[in-house]
């Protein structure tokens, strides 16, 4: 490979093994909100126990949470590493324009969410009940809306807004960060992003409450069996609704992306030649160096529905928009790696629906009260699947993310800067596949970590019941001190 080639390929490794925590990070701590303020709710009305139940749920998304942050941040320093080590030309180009927005949410994650997330875990038996409440808020709502930042500087590459070009050193500028927050890709994407999160949190959170009630530790009827029944099925709901949004956004998202990059949605669906009433293909095969599929199996008309809401909609092609931007940019070749767009566009849709899906069986199966399984093989084949539940969601974003980024190429930053351009100056391809071998060492070690940590935290079950407490003197210096 060349230089180039490893580069990408660097920072892709990076990109994608950050945004396995990503989406954890950001539904966990909503699930976690969402659940202390049923407790909360509960005890109110004078529903002790189940009061109780909630709130230990909520410690344990929270356990699950802190353990997922904690990872996301020592990721996500390797990739804001990554400009500086092999991208410093680019850098050097888009600093100004996304120098704003890694520091806005450099300071939610290791200030805001950082800050008030330790308040709640620390605080649970020392602040006022609608205090730490409000603390687990603030950290749900701070993911949120860091990721909306940082989704603003992967929005300006789509679709470059609110920027001037310095004549005098050819770098962007930063006109209006307003402008640049609200650029219409980074609103379609948004929302799209959080749905594809909220699926992610709620199949592990579905895969531990599976996991429990089907490895017969808790009776029926038994505490540990109704809170993980009722665990379970959250995260199923979460799931499916996450699911469905990401479908209804998903769609949104593709209007926009076929108005300000339509070669990446002719690339979707490998479409050379503009057509009307354009098709979609569920499979489709063509041999090496051929643009046309010897076997496919097309929806008519989809195509045309998904770029432009009519299923006679005219669809450009590849070779009338390849012409176009030659025309328009330069001699050049335009057209992304078809085959990876094709693909991982299916894989990224068709994933998620099977992750909806089996949330769907599973709130079927579960409906009324109804154990969950009752033949012993059937129960021993779901509970050896249980690992796999938290993944389809995570692969899912991922195809979707790989789709994103390989069907803007060859561009850095849509129609203004080359990926070529950007590469670090005097790199070489032994310096960048050292520090691949490098960060892959890391990132093994970290994968094990937070597996390990949080396979113990499963298996621990739920937390136990924070003991009544009464208010310590004045003079009372007691020790705080983290345990799991």
Known sequence: MDTELLT?????????????????SISLSLFAALLQTASAVLARRGAAERAGTFGRLALLTGKLLMVTFAVGVVTGLVQEFQFGLSWSEFARFYGDVFGPTLAVEGMLAFFLEATFLGLWWFGRDRLPGAVHLAT?????????????????ANSFMQNPVAYTI???????????????????????????TLAGAVMAGGALVMAVGVWHLLRGGHE???????????????????TLAGGALTAVTGD???????VVQPMKMAAAEAL??????????????????????????????????????????EVSGLKELQESYAAQF?????????????????LMIGVGMLAAAVALVHLWVTRKGRPLAVDTRLASTVLWSVPVLPLLPLAANSFGWIFTETGRQPWLVFGLYRTADGVSPGLTAGEVALSLIAFTAVYGAL????????TRLVRAGLPAAPAPRERAAEDDDTDVALTY
């Open 8 to 24: 990408r390929l660097q920072f892709a490794v990076t990109t994608l093994y950050h945004y396995l925590f990503v989406p954890l």
């Open 136 to 152: 687990i808020w603030v950290v749900a709502v701070g993911t949120t809306i860091s990721a909306f930042v940082i989704l603003a």
């Open 166 to 192: 310095d004549e005098a050193t050819g770098r962007a500028r930063l006109g209006s960060f307003r402008d640049l927050l609200l650029n219409e890709v980074n609103l379609a994407a948004f929302p799209h």
């Open 220 to 238: 029926a009827g038994s505490e540990g069996f109704a809170a993980f029944r009722t665990y379970s099925r959250f995260g199923a709901w979460a």
């Open 252 to 258: 949104l998202l593709g209007k926009v992306i076929t």
């Open 272 to 313: 050379y030649e503009t057509t009307t009433a354009a098709p979609f293909s569920i499979f489709a095969y063509a041999p090496p160096g051929s643009d046309r599929p010897t076997f496919s199996v097309e929806v008519p008309g989809l195509l045309s529905f998904l770029a432009k809401g009519s299923f006679t909609a």
């Open 330 to 346: 330069g001699p050049g070749d335009y057209t992304p790696w078809i085959p990876v767009a094709f693909w991982s566009f299916r």
């Open 447 to 454: 994968a094990w970590a937070w597996t390990l940590l949080v």
